[in-house]
């Protein structure tokens, strides 16, 4: 069975940095594109991230371009998106996704939770 599990959120300070994994099972990981995604209570689903099967190329949300980096290790089958300059509209559950530039969340996508506040 296919599973995206995300890890690596925690609660922080606005400017504070933090970096999440999200390892894959169940598919062929390195022939996706692969994406980051986020919800917050009462909104929808926002793209963030997107990166290329080799890595090669990368997109970002205007709202995370330049503080936010993604990045993946398909030797190990993890995406990571590294998070810096943290700001409270940053808050929200992060899901890796499989796909470029999508927003849909998949049912086998385990979240992890970012909160920023003072």
């Known amino acids: 069975a296919q599973l995206l599990v995300a890890s690596g959120g925690a609660s922080v300070n606005p400017g504070e940095s933090l970096r999440l994994s999200c390892v894959a099972s169940?598919?062929?990981?390195?022939?996706?594109?692969m994406s980051w995604v986020r919800q917050s209570p009462g909104k929808g689903v926002e793209w963030v991230s997107s990166?290329?099967?080799?890595?090669?190329?990368?997109l970002y949300a205007d709202s995370v371009k330049g503080r936010f980096t993604i990045s993946r290790e398909n030797s190990k089958s993890t995406l990571y998106l590294q998070l810096d300059h943290l700001k409270t509209e940053d808050t929200a559950t992060y899901y890796c996704?499989?796909?470029?530039?999508?927003?849909?969340?998949?049912?086998f996508s385990r979240g992890t939770q970012v909160t920023v506040s003072a």
């Open positions: 996704v499989k796909g470029w530039q999508v927003t849909t969340i998949e049912s």
């Open positions: 169940g598919f062929a990981f390195d022939v996706f594109s």
């Open positions: 990166i290329s099967t080799l890595g090669s190329g990368t």
